[in-house]
């Protein structure tokens, strides 16, 4: 009797969704679920309304890994103090829940935001009004604080191109160590892809 050898295919695991949504009234309430679990502080309610400004939708988001909703990233625009007629965004709060880290869902909702910033300076006017409100602006940089004692988010920022420009002693008025770094990346023309291109929940 002849053995009959059968192939049986190997069924290769689908990669994991990652996915995003603009902060809405509907899902606000995730928002503030994760940042209870995320950040040591509790957050006033007027950071829950600026989150909610037309003008953020683009940058203030939750995130979700194969549609559980893991992390959140919140920017929110500023009129720029070193250039005027610019603006810069100012990264409020960005978290992914401990399970989801090591994969590469910080990094994609950080480049989420970067490309919608690339996409909004292709839209703008480069000579606008003096009277021009910040989101009608030229977006120049992303910046943000950073705890001193947390070394493992500076080395994510770093590796995804913030760089160290300074230190504001204090800045924590309620955490320890009390200073922060501050890290800046500049909104480069060139610089990732279209933000339109990138799955949006």
């Known amino acids: 009797m002849s053995a009959t050898t059968t192939n049986a ?33 509790k957050y006033s309610e007027k950071f829950y309304k600026d989150v909610l400004l037309p003008e953020h939708e683009d940058y203030c988001l939750l995130v979700y890994y194969n549609d559980i909703p893991v992390g959140t990233i919140c920017c929110r ?13 100012y990264i409020m709060t960005m978290g992914v829940l401990a399970p989801y880290r090591s994969r590469k869902v910080g990094s994609k909702a950080l480049q989420h935001v970067v490309d919608a910033a690339v996409k909004h300076n292709k839209t703008i006017n480069s000579t606008p009004p003096k009277d021009a409100p910040p989101f009608k602006r030229t977006l120049d940089y992303f910046y943000m604080h950073v705890q001193t004692s947390n070394v493992e988010a500076r080395r994510f920022y770093e590796s995804n191109g913030f760089s160290e420009v300074g230190v504001v002693e204090g800045y924590y008025k309620k955490l320890e160590p009390h200073d922060a770094w501050v890290l800046e990346k500049k909104v480069m023309a060139t610089e990732g892809v279209d933000a339109s291109a990138v799955s949006t929940t």
Not at 10 to 32: A, E, M, W, Y
Not at 81 to 88: H, I, M, N, Q, V
């Open 77 to 89: 625009i500023e009129a720029d103090p070193k250039a005027p007629g610019l603006s810069r965004l």
């Open 9 to 41: 295919s190997v069924v290769k695991p689908r990669p994991p969704k990652i996915d995003f949504s603009s902060v809405n009234p509907n899902n606000i309430g995730t928002l503030r679920k994760l940042n209870q679990v995320l950040f040591p502080i």
